[in-house]
């Protein structure tokens, strides 16, 4: 009996019965094999793509990383056991150090403590402080502090008075010209006498210290204590002409007004508190146009007749402003009726007031006398103009200072040694009026020849106008 394919043989061993036509499909097509051989020929055309390259990067790149953020292991021994975490506190920030500067080199004053104001022995007025400290047993604290005695400071101040130089080497120790400019000096020197007013002058000096003592800041200066080299009587033993000689340093004046010869004047002046608008030396006013300073001096009124009328302005005060607007009153009227020097514009020099107030001496300056001014080899004419304090001397016109000395001005003296020698002639004041200089000059040449003239290589200074000509308007129209 031949075998039909759906009838196996019984002795086939892939045979299980109950189930028909069971046969292997592998065995009839391969399949698993076909299956096999495209997947890895899909592969292989997949690796030839550039996708597999960006895999391959990636790849690369993530294990990079890793390397880099994970410590090296050794490869012998296991990874250890990381520890619990235990929070740290926090650290405080670390302030950095900062370099030091090399410090400058400095190089030390010679007078440090003068300097800095530290020393009170360095005093501004030119004295020398000395000090000393003194120690002695107390009782107990408590009661000590409340003694004034047990802490206190004392001082003293020591002056000498100045000797009057009296003979020509002494006067030419400071102007060696003297000689020459006035040989008649060696005749008078040997009789000649130490004025009164010299004397007068370092007593008033000392007064003066004793009375501001306590106040420091009121001393006069040593440089204006010793501002007097000498004051002497002099008299020509042939002529009998009297002069008063007087050797000292020259300070500023800057006082004076004259409506007719300087109706316009700047408002610094006009609206001034400190500035004078007259001098000793005046006359009966000759002109219609009003003296400039009237103006401010009619403010200075207003201003005190408001504080008057304040409330809150004390007695005492309204009572001191009622008597100063009756003298600015007076001040005003006297404007009105005369006229001035100027010392801007004219050259005078001022004397202590109570040397020209005092009636017997036969040698003492008078307000108009005529002088003359020595400095250098120059020599110049001039006249007492007006009064000054009683306590110095050695001052002139502003006009007279910036002759000696172009750099001088109102808070600047030309000359600061004892070097300048003022020669008043006692008595010879002339009627008092409007500034001629060509007779001053002419009356000072005359004088001086009855003290022996001048030497022969000394000329007599000649003084030229210098003020403005202003027209009625103020405006000015032109010089000298």
Known sequence: MEESPDHPPENDPRHIDGVKNRGSHVARFPWLRVSFFVLVCGLIVIAQGPL???IWRKIKNNSQEKSTHEPKRSPEKPPPTSPPVIPTPPVPPVTPVKKQP???VLKAPTD???ASGGDVRKMSKGFQLNTKITVEKGGAASKERKRDASYSATY???VKLPKATTTLDELQQVNPKLSQILPGLAEMLPKAEVSRFFYQLYENKTARLKKNANQLNKLMTRHNFYDCETILNLKHPRTGRRALLVQAEMDVVSDGSDGDRLPVMPDNIVNSSYYQPMTSYGWRKTGKTPNPLIEGWRKRIQKAEEEIALAETE???KSWLRARIKKIKREIEDMQARSYLIADYDPFIVMPINMLAFRGDPHAARIGDYAVVIYGDKIYPAIVGDAGP???VGEASLRMCKELNSRAGIYSRPVSDLSVTYLVFPKSADKFQ???YSKW????????EELGGLGHLSTLHSWTKTLPVIDQKGNEVGGP
């Open 52 to 54: 597999p390259q960006k």
């Open 102 to 104: 090399v410090a400058p």
């Open 112 to 114: 440090h403590t003068a």
């Open 156 to 158: 003293e101040l020591k």
């Open 315 to 317: 007695a005492d005060r």
């Open 390 to 392: 009683s306590f110095k």
């Open 434 to 436: 409007a500034p001629d």
């Open 441 to 448: 000059h002419t009356r000072c040449a005359t004088l001086l």
